[in-house]
């Protein structure tokens, strides 16, 4: 027999979280078909491991690459990381299903990438999508506020008997044309208009089909409601009886820094009770958002022309700035809100609030609402990097069993349009990272443990029975990098950089980067779930 690809002499952690052994490794026609001393096998193509280490792909259980992928399928700062699968489509918002005022809204949002929105069902995305070819895995979820805008648009209301049965249609087609789940981001608006009976009707129809319930939770600190958010996401695991993942796990206000270990023992504590509740996380101190999300959630009811017109209202603008500045402050201030784009000037992209208002000389309060204000005419947004976080909070989380990584960044490419502003260093950093963080500079976590993290854990959580693991039979997704190298180059003011370290990406058995150049191969899949 002759195989694709034969790696040899590889240290290999094969993601159960046991620990390493030196071994062979044949792939042909996209699977692992032998593991061990291997011996004599012809081969195409012979990779010397030797003195590496052989990990399965690593999975992105939380990224924003709905667009981006359509722009760029090569999914460069995500495959040169050893990402081999990430799983789109969270925090409440995912391309498709797109109807009515959304597609219009999305057209705006897609707009900065040279794309239109040609397709309205989950399938008809998922077929784009592949047919634009993409590089690495792709698992899609289902956006709330897609449907609930689809059927309520931004009205901060309770939906009506009709209403939510049109809800559950929508979400429960989507699963059907393949989605793994539904997302909510519950702290954004208008997401934030439901309260928890809707979610729970709704996340029932994701158990039905054997899916998983991911949440932006209600509250991260800066509203003072950290833990009632984590209480209500247990809640509606619990009584949806479906599978719970909290997205980015953190607490980002400084007041509340110190609640970090009663909201690691109420997830303990849920999961003692039976409730699968499990979290992702990036390992970052700074936190990615826009600037728009701190605008006081009554100001944002009707959408955005309506947040137009009250900012026009000189009592209201008033009122809207002082609990903008408000959130601010929790968050660590202006000083710690990094601007890393806005269309209307990019020339003030890298550069804080506080250092914007200082060269306009207006008070901090002002320059931020002004900001809000010309994002508003140019129909586009504000993104914010927010230093918020407690490093020790950071280990605690990674520490837990439960938790594995997400980027909660795009793919993205440092050259062409998906090289504007200065975006989060995560998309280019979050694995490598991890490892030289938390095992080799903190020893948070073993690097088995760690590996562990980022492969059969999320596969385990999102259901991908046949990766996560090196073992015979399994789909051929391998990252090989040199332990003593590897690391993250990418910072908050030079972010579009490749790690250093990954010197091979098999994605389905096909060679994607070799010797740590990308090969220009796309052999990745969007991946479709089969209803239980």
Known sequence: MEADILIIGGRVIDGTGGPWYKADIAIKNGKIIAIGKIGRMDAKRVIDANGLTVTPGFID????????????????????????????????????????????????????????????????????????????????????????????????????????????????EALSDGAFGMSTGLRYDPQSFAKTEEIIELAKIVSEHGGIYASHIRDEGDRGLVIEAIEEAIRIGREAKVPVEISHLKILAKPLWDKCDEMIRMIDEARERGVEVTADQYPYEASGTSLMAWIPKWANEGGREKLIERLKDKDLREKIKMELYKTMEYRGGAENAIISRFEPDPSIEGSSIKQVSEKLGLSEDETAIRLVEKALEAKSSIGIINFNQKPENLRKIFSKPWVMVGSDGYALSPTGILATGIPHPRSYGTFPRAIAKYVKDEKVVTLEECIRKMTSLPANVIGLWSKGLIKVGFDADIVIFDYEKIRDTATYTKPAQYPIGIEYVIVNGVLTVDRGVYTGEKAGKVLRKKKV
Request: hydrophobic share 35%.
């Open 61 to 172: 259980m939380h990224s924003h690459s709905d667009y981006t992928l359509m722009v760029d399928g090569r999914a460069l700062s995500k495959i040169m990381q050893g990402v081999t699968t990430e799983v789109i489509g969270n925090c409440g918002s995912s391309a498709a299903p797109v109807m009515g005022i959304l597609k219009d809204r999305g057209n705006e949002e897609s707009k900065r990438y040279g794309l239109k929105i040609e397709w309205t069902k989950m399938r008809e995305y998922i077929h784009k999508l592949e047919e634009s070819g993409v590089s690495l895995n792709v698992v899609p979820l289902v956006g709330y506020s897609n449907i609930r805008i689809a059927v309520l648009g931004y009205d901060a209301r309770e939906p009506s008997r009709s209403e939510m049965e049109e809800m559950k249609i929508i979400l429960d």
